[in-house]
């Protein structure tokens, strides 16, 4: 988080693949996504230019905040798509979503939902928020219609390679 402050964070751009992002990520949980049902849908799937480890743990750590805080059987749908030059990821879960004040939090150091589970140290979705502004991209939270919260990622890909099926 220092260095995140700090602006001392040097990103490690390679050539990477969204969907190895994604599913690298859904692996490193095992175990904790037996409860709950995970759905990917990688619209498009491209190669650009980022840093592997940092995006990825971005995704970890808003994943397990799904995972955490969404009871078992409940859903978590990771989407993602092309639009314009940029590659928009959604993050969603069909849990009892936030209340307004916490929309308004919870990307902030520390911050907690007040009731939630004891665990953790509030720096999960504040670290992801770092990581992905660092890639001059942005996260933002929402409550879906239907319930649950829903995570928009928006990463800017100026230069990228398309893989066709």
Not at 17 to 31: E, M, P, Q, T, W
Not at 39 to 49: A, E, N
Not at 83 to 96: E, K, V
Not at 128 to 140: N, V
């Amino acid at each position: 988080m220092a260095r995140l402050e700090s602006g001392n964070i040097k990103l490690k751009y390679s050539w990477n693949s969204v969907s190895d992002l994604i599913y690298s990520a859904i692996n490193r949980f095992k175990g904790e996504l037996i409860s709950h049902n995970i759905i990917i849908k990688l619209k498009d799937d491209y190669i650009f230019q980022f840093d592997f480890a940092l995006l990825e743990q971005a995704i970890i750590n808003i994943i397990h905040n799904s995972i955490l805080y969404t009871p078992a059987g409940s859903e978590i749908k990771i989407e993602g798509f092309l639009q314009n030059d940029n590659y928009i990821l959604n993050i969603s879960d069909n849990g009892s979503g936030f209340s307004e004040e916490a929309l308004t939090r919870l990307f902030n150091k520390f911050y907690r939902i007040p009731g939630t589970k004891v665990g953790g140290t509030g720096l999960g979705l504040s670290i992801a928020k770092g990581f992905i502004e660092a890639h001059d991209g942005t996260i933002s939270a929402s409550n879906k219609i239907n319930g649950g919260a829903i995570f928009t990622i928006i990463l800017s890909i100026k230069t990228k390679v398309e893989i066709n099926d």
